[in-house]
């Protein structure tokens, strides 16, 4: 089970994660995320992982996707903070991987 808190404030909307982010929790994470996050909204999203006691792949790509959207997190164990560590990685040479893609193809387009 997970349980996901949101709180609005006029900043930022800070999440609270509860449980396990793994399976179906991690579909629901993702569709609260999507439902939630409005376009246009720039206050700061802080997500909260403190209490939350597994991640299994399906929480990891939904971390990511939420991470890639420019979310902070916020997490206490040590497997928590180095998975983060490696999605940040993962996402950091992903974004170089697709400018120096983007920018052959517009190079070759001039």
């Known amino acids: 089970m997970l349980k996901i808190t949101i709180t ?5 909307q800070r999440w609270s994660l509860q449980g396990q982010l793994v399976g179906q929790w991690a579909v629901e994470l993702q569709s609260t995320w999507r439902e939630a996050r409005h ?12 209490e939350v006691t597994s991640i299994d792949r399906n929480g990891e790509a939904v971390l990511a996707e939420i991470m890639s959207q420019g ?9 928590t903070k180095h998975l983060l560590r490696n999605l940040r ?22």
Do not use: M, N
């Open 8 to 12: 609005d404030l006029p900043d930022e």
């Open 39 to 50: 376009a246009g909204d720039t206050r700061r999203c802080i997500i909260e992982l403190s």
């Open 71 to 79: 979310a902070k997190f916020i997490a206490s164990d040590v497997y």
């Open 89 to 110: 990685s993962e996402l950091k040479r992903s974004r170089v991987k697709g400018k120096q893609d983007g920018g052959g193809r517009l190079r070759g387009r001039r």
